[in-house]
Nanobody, 119 residues
Framework: QVQLVESGGGLVQAGGSLRLSCAASGSTLSINVVGWYRQDPGKQRELVATVTKDGSTNYADSVKGRFTISRDDAKNTVSLQMNSLKPEDTSVYYC?????????????WGKGTLVTVSS
């Protein structure tokens, strides 16, 4: 199993930047896809960005060109650099890990960190 701890959330003005970080522990050698999702009250949790073990990235259209995801497997961390933040980026951000051991696949989620962007 994998345990995830997020950090870096907070309050920032529109146009500013923030960097989220997620530290993983446990069976980290079996981690495949890692990424960030966000969810507002009453809405579906949506993908923000993911990166695979081979470095392939995927971004939501709304954050392309503004956010950058990166992973450091030596340190078992995944980060999300958020630039040019907009009020609509305000949300609870969740760290995501896709774990695979042979044919067994599992999803792991952090508890979430709040990002608030003021206008």
């Amino acid at each position: 199993q994998v345990q995830l701890v997020e950090s870096g959330g907070g309050l920032v003005q529109a146009g500013g930047s923030l960097r989220l970080s997620c530290a993983a522990s446990g069976s980290t050698l079996s981690i495949n896809v890692v990424g960030w999702y966000r969810q507002d009250p009453g809405k579906q949790r949506e993908l923000v960005a993911t990166v695979t073990k081979d470095g392939s990235t995927n971004y939501a259209d709304s954050v392309k060109g503004r956010f950058t995801i990166s992973r450091d497997d030596a340190k078992n961390t995944v980060s999300l650099q958020m630039n040019s933040l907009k009020p609509e980026d305000t949300s609870v951000y969740y760290c995501y890990v896709g774990w695979r051991f042979w044919s067994i696949k599992k999803d792991f989620w952090g508890k979430g960190t709040l990002v608030t962007v003021s206008s």
